[in-house]
């Protein structure tokens, strides 16, 4: 059984910062799999936000993070963080870690483990 936990979510002024972790526990060593970053708005879908090679060699972001949000790995420790900043309210969200077994980062239907999310405020 595979679990991912996110944590760090919480609610915080526009322009300001927040770190996003997600432990990998279970029968899984994330180092062999690339793992990626969702966020669900009220009433939106589900969107890509960022991800990560498993040897964290290469990265992918949404054009809407991209400069702010930074997605990194520790494979020793089994975690991926997001580095979220210069928030904007436009950033509020669910944000959900995921497994990725594929190559297609920014594609929902890649991931095949998911995380209950965090939820990400920010306040105008």
């Known amino acids: 059984q595979v679990q991912l936990v996110e944590s760090g979510g919480g609610l915080v002024q526009a322009g300001g910062s927040l770190r996003l972790s997600c432990a990998a526990s279970g029968r899984t060593f994330i180092r062999y799999y690339g793992m990626g970053w969702f966020r669900q708005a009220p009433g939106k879908e589900r969107d890509f936000v960022a991800a990560i090679s498993g040897s964290g060699e290469s990265t992918v972001y949404a054009d809407s993070v991209k400069g702010r949000f930074t997605i990194s790995r520790d494979n020793a420790k089994n975690t991926v963080d997001l580095q979220m900043n210069s928030l904007k309210p436009e950033d509020t969200a669910v944000y959900y870690c995921?497994?990725?077994?594929?190559?297609?980062?920014?594609?929902?239907?890649?991931?095949?483990?998911w995380g209950q999310g965090t939820q990400v405020t920010v306040s105008s």
């Open positions: 995921a497994r990725n077994p594929r190559t297609d980062y920014a594609r929902e239907s890649s991931y095949d483990y």
